[in-house]
């Protein structure tokens, strides 16, 4: 069943056209990746997804075009961005992060419910709770940045980047938990440079390029393509 559909989006920085009527799919307990290389678009598509760049076109989300929203009301419903760069509060600490996380929740019991439930996914966290988020390592500031997504609880997660800047065993370590976080029933958009990796863990994949959705097909054709192959994969 469809949770999110792009149709034919169109957004622009300026008189540049960043989006040249993009359109994806993404079905619920599904991971979606969207490869391209820099500059493609990639970023820009899940900005117009949460309302942060104003678009032509519709996003549809849960059978609701909220393609006039504001950011503020996409995340209520369901929509959590975990954007390039992870962007957490470095002055606050992994608890006070999780709590912006969770702005929008008035119950304190839920609020620890969901800080244990996140402590299950990144127990590293847990042993950090009262450290200010920029004096941790690059790989611990994305677990941070994830699990303040999931506070919200969202239907539905859009990550991207999550791999950037990272030493390959940590890169693995985030990777393994995306999937995890999917076997748990999470819906992910995956915007992620490391195509092949990205691909590996994904069920569907679409290729980007300059705006253009170029391709779209199951994970594993798009590994065994060979424009594929040598544009993303060499």
């Given amino acids: 069943m469809s949770l999110l559909q792009l149709r034919q989006v169109h957004a622009y ?3 540049i056209e960043a989006l040249k009527g993009v359109s994806l799919t993404v079905n619920e307990g599904e991971i979606v990746s ?8 990639k970023s820009t598509t899940l900005k117009a997804i949460c309302g942060q760049v104003k678009i032509q076109g519709s996003v549809i989300f849960g059978g609701k075009d909220i393609s006039a929203q504001p950011p503020h009301r996409t995340a209520l419903e369901g ?32 609020v620890k419910e969901r800080t244990e439930r996140a402590f ?15 004096t941790m390592s690059g790989g611990e500031q994305q677990m941070l940045a994830i699990a303040r997504a999931l506070m919200m609880q969202p239907k539905i997660l859009l990550l991207d980047e999550p791999s950037m ?18 076997r748990g029933g999470m819906t992910i958009l995956l915007v992620e440079q490391n195509a092949y990796q990205a691909l590996q863990i994904a069920h569907r994949g679409y290729v980007i390029q300059t705006g253009d959705i170029l391709m779209e097909d199951e994970a594993r054709s798009l ?9 993303y994969l060499a």
Avoid: C
Wanted: aromatic share 8%.
């Fill in 13 to 15: 920085y300026g008189r």
């Fill in 34 to 41: 969207l490869i391209g290389s820099n500059g493609a678009g």
């Fill in 79 to 110: 929509i959590a961005h975990v954007p390039e760069g992870r962007r957490i509060f470095p002055r606050l600490t992994v608890k006070e992060n999780l709590e912006m996380g969770a702005f929008s929740v008035k119950d304190k019991k839920k």
């Fill in 120 to 134: 299950s996914y990144f127990p590293r966290l847990k042993e950090r709770y009262h450290q200010p988020g920029g």
């Fill in 165 to 182: 800047g990272l030493a390959p065993i940590l890169v693995d370590q985030i990777f393994d938990i995306i999937q995890e976080l999917n």
């Fill in 223 to 231: 590994l065994a393509n060979d424009q594929v192959k040598e544009a």
